[in-house]
């Protein structure tokens, strides 16, 4: 029989436990040990331990190949199927109520809501939020009070730029336009 060194003697790395089956690992030495041949491998690299399969033990090779083709190896047992992306990108979570992304899609939805005439009351439709949140899943759908004083903002903002324009065309009337001036033609 062999005999065991006193170094303690443990498995790889778990990621691929098909192919470390075949191989221990000792800590102490940074060696590998093939437990077909009993051969020392130099570090814990598993393509080096592939490429040492492949040419000292082609059936094991070619059974690991099998199994990395066939998908994860079944021996793991507690392994649970990796999530696609397509899943992970609609289990998103949502954006926080205080959050840069939350507000300029609440702003936009006001904004049409306002130029479009729209009731608010449109935000109380179940199909209009379920269409929203298909549009965007991370989205939190406002209520109408919100989108309501998002449009009066909005409105108040609109407001404030027209008088600010129009008393800006009533001093080039009065006054007369100013060399430096960039006034807006009227429309």
């Not at 800590?27 to 130099?42: F, I, Q, S």
């Not at 959050?99 to 439709?125: N, P, Y």
Request: glycine share 6%; with cysteine.
């Amino acid at each position: 029989m062999l005999e065991m060194s006193a170094s303690v003697i443990v498995t790889g790395r778990k990621r691929r436990e098909d192919l470390w089956m075949y191989f221990t690992f000792d800590v102490k030495d940074n060696n590998t040990l093939c437990k077909p041949c009993r051969a020392t491998l130099a570090g814990k690299n598993t393509t080096n331990l592939k490429r040492h399969l492949r040419t000292t033990h082609p059936e094991i090779h070619k059974k690991i190949q099998k199994t990395s083709n066939d998908g994860p190896s079944q021996a793991s047992g507690s392994a649970q199927p990796q999530q696609s992306i397509c899943t992970a990108l609609l289990a998103a979570s949502k954006y926080k109520v205080d959050s840069k992304e939350q507000h300029a899609r609440e702003e936009v939805i006001a904004r049409w809501i306002g130029c479009t005439g729209l009731s608010v009351r449109t935000f109380e439709d179940e199909d209009f939020v379920g269409m929203m949140e298909t549009v965007d899943r991370k989205l939190t759908v406002p209520k109408k009070t919100k989108i309501s004083n998002l449009i009066d903002k909005q409105y108040e903002g609109e407001k404030q730029k027209e008088c600010l324009l129009l008393g800006e065309y009533l001093f080039a009337l009065i006054c007369g336009p100013k060399k430096d001036s960039q006034l807006h033609s009227l429309p």
